[in-house]
């Protein structure tokens, strides 16, 4: 008999020399106390979270934690049933209702999670016969949604406009076609040019969908992400995007002018097909997303962070994913696995966790530790993580 896990081998032989060197397991971290947004007990001591997507600190918000409390109370533990069938409560609806006032949008609809989104939208409106053409470092849940749905697949060079245009323009006359970008590259923390690249989707007859997942809630004046932030919000067809992120929960979402948008909540399978979030998740998503419509002074304080630790651990020699801050993603690029690995395991024992992200989620093969910044850090833990990525990255020779 063929053993169906041989495929993995390579990985399995990888991991556990990794794990022979003796450092501790960077994808098996187990949190046993959360004491806040930025700090957690991990393996008995307080360490201060940089690797978390708790960008806006929404997670512990008195009011959001209240409205959770209460909806748990009233509606129980969970719905049992697709939206389409016995799952749509009232909280479903007022998430839905704060989601199109943030965006000022017509149409909103609210997924099970965040790759669902993605998979759900993206497959539905692209399927055989069409075209979609997307950046090469896209998401894994983008590229899942091309193929469930079918869709004629062309990739393009990372953040490359001409690169873009060219595809575009090779694509037969008159066949359907659709541009998926991201505002916030997860990995590197980069934006895209959505303004050259929606104008010239638009010029070849292209929708727009772009996932916002890593900017909600503080790029731009209000906000939206990087397409509000470069004044093309209003060109976007599909904005896609999470509450595991900025809004602190769990779940995604679709926000859309289309006037046919509504039509999908029959025919996208991954929102037929699955159960909806439980009334509690929905009425803490919705309380959190109306509290960043007013949340100016925590995205002003998120980008200082954000500028202190990029110029912070440029200056102290290491290399960095991008030349300036563009977003609360500031990754630190190692030489090799073993080495980032190393250089985790020192952080975590000076009481700083990040994430160690390795191929193939990342671009180039690269190994990197991901910095996520959150509007709750202080001024005086941003400058403690410094002095620990200097202490770290000498004992393990990266600087």
């Known amino acids: 008999m063929t053993d169906l896990f041989s495929k993995f081998d390579p990985l399995i032989q990888q991991r556990q020399a990794l794990l022979d060197t003796g ?5 098996n971290l187990v949190m046993e106390r959360v004491l806040s947004p930025t700090v957690a007990v991990c393996n008995g001591r307080e360490t201060i979270l940089l690797g978390t997507y708790n960008y ?8 959001v934690i209240a409205a959770g409390k209460q909806a748990l109370d009233d509606f129980g533990a969970g719905t049992t049933g697709s939206r389409v069938l016995n799952g749509t409560y009232a909280g479903h609806r007022l998430c839905e209702d704060a989601l199109k006032e943030f965006y000022g949008m017509d149409h909103a609809m609210v997924f099970s999670t965040g790759y669902q989104a993605n998979l759900g939208i993206i497959s539905t409106i692209a399927g055989k016969g069409d ?8 998401h894994a849940s983008i590229w899942d949604g091309c193929k469930m749905g079918d869709a004629e697949v062309v990739p393009f060079k990372h953040n490359d406009i001409e690169a873009m245009e060219k595809r575009l323009k090779r694509i037969p006359e008159g066949a359907g076609k659709l541009v998926v970008l991201e505002g916030v590259y997860s990995m590197l ?8 690249m929606i104008r010239i989707a638009k010029e070849n007859g292209a929708m727009v969908l772009v996932d916002e997942a890593h900017s909600m809630g503080f790029i731009g004046p209000n906000g939206r ?19 595991s992120k900025s809004v602190g929960t769990v779940g995604g ?7 046919k948008f509504e039509i999908l909540r029959l025919v996208c399978r991954p929102y037929v097909f699955t159960a909806s979030l439980p009334p509690s998740v929905m009425h803490t998503a919705a309380t959190s997303i109306r509290k960043l419509m007013h949340a100016g002074d925590k995205r002003a304080h998120l980008w200082e962070n954000s500028r202190t630790l990029h110029k912070g651990l440029r200056d102290k020699g290491f290399q960095l994913g991008t030349s300036e801050p563009q977003s609360a993603i500031i990754s ?8 980032g690995a190393a250089m985790w395991e020192a952080l975590l024992h000076e009481g700083l966790y990040v994430n160690l992200a390795r191929p193939p989620a990342t671009p180039a093969g690269m190994t990197l530790l991901r910095c996520s910044l959150c509007a709750e850090h202080s001024a005086e833990q941003v400058q ?16």
């Open 23 to 27: 450092v501790e397991d960077p994808f």
């Open 56 to 63: 806006m600190g929404m997670t512990f918000d008195p009011d």
């Open 131 to 138: 075209y979609i053409v997307l950046d090469i470092d896209s």
């Open 189 to 196: 923390g980069d934006i895209a040019p959505l303004k050259e």
């Open 225 to 243: 992400g990087v397409a509000e932030e470069q004044g093309v919000l209003d060109q976007v067809d599909f904005v896609i995007g999470t509450f």
């Open 253 to 259: 979402f679709c926000v859309s002018n289309h006037p």
């Open 332 to 339: 630190v690029i190692m030489p090799d696995l073993e080495r």
């Open 384 to 399: 403690a993580i410094i002095g620990m990525f200097e202490r770290a990255g000498k004992s393990v020779g990266i600087i």
